[in-house]
């Protein structure tokens, strides 16, 4: 599948918690009606004082074409939809979101491992936004990520499901990719890559380890936003 991924920023002047009431209780209704969508998913941070972000919104489609259709082209930063939900989202998000602190990114799914049968609502979420290390090209990146870190990842302690999301258009896209890390409860994503609150993963475990060292081979540490928090499936037809 396809997604467009969505870190938000609350507008200035609107508190957390008042960001959250609104993107949960006038947005979501909005976003799960937009054309073509048949997931849409949010993730809530387990701290919002240590998070970078507000939140992340993800919206799935069976095809890059339904995607550009409802949101526009992955080279436009903001949505350009001409009609319908997709109009009436975007014209929604100026009321809660700082539209210029808004990095996203569209990239197809590739699932990696998974043990929660895609029910993924209350488990807890490792988001990496990750750009390659400098004098590496996105080729080369991707090969490693793939081949190289991939099998160390999926064999973190407590990871339950692990994703990449490949961006569909390289050139234009803010990030190299994205890796997400899923876990059953918020004390095992800790003992598997540390607390939230720290930039970077600090496991003890051996198989923590491993992946922790790797990414000193292929990613540019500085420049990779991260995100923890507890995810909520808003709409799923993908089993329709």
Known sequence: MYKHIALLVRKQGMSHDEFVEYWQTNHTPIARE???????????????????????????FDDLDAL????????????????GKAKEAREDVDNFLD???????????????????????????????????DGMTHEEFLDHWANTHVPLAREIPGVV???????????????????????????????????????????DHPKAKAPREDVDNFLSLEDRPR???????QKDVTGE
């Open 34 to 60: 937009i054309e073509g969508v048949v997931r849409y998913q949010t993730v809530l941070p387990a701290d919002p004082e240590a998070a970078e972000f507000d939140g992340i919104a993800e919206l799935f």
């Open 68 to 83: 550009h259709d409802a949101l526009g082209s992955e080279g436009s930063r903001d949505y350009d939809p001409a009609k």
């Open 99 to 133: 539209i210029e602190r808004r990095p996203r990114l569209i990239g197809e799914e590739f699932v990696e491992k998974d043990e929660t049968g895609g029910e993924t609502t209350g488990l807890y979420k490792h988001s990496a936004f990750l750009v390659r290390k």
């Open 161 to 203: 499901r692990y994703a990449r999301v490949v961006p569909t258009d390289p050139e234009n896209a803010e990030f190299d990719g994205v890796a997400e890390l899923y876990f059953e409860s918020l004390d095992a994503l800790r003992a598997g890559l540390g607390h939230e609150s720290s930039r970077d993963y600090d496991p």
């Open 227 to 233: 995100f923890v928090g507890q995810e909520t499936v």
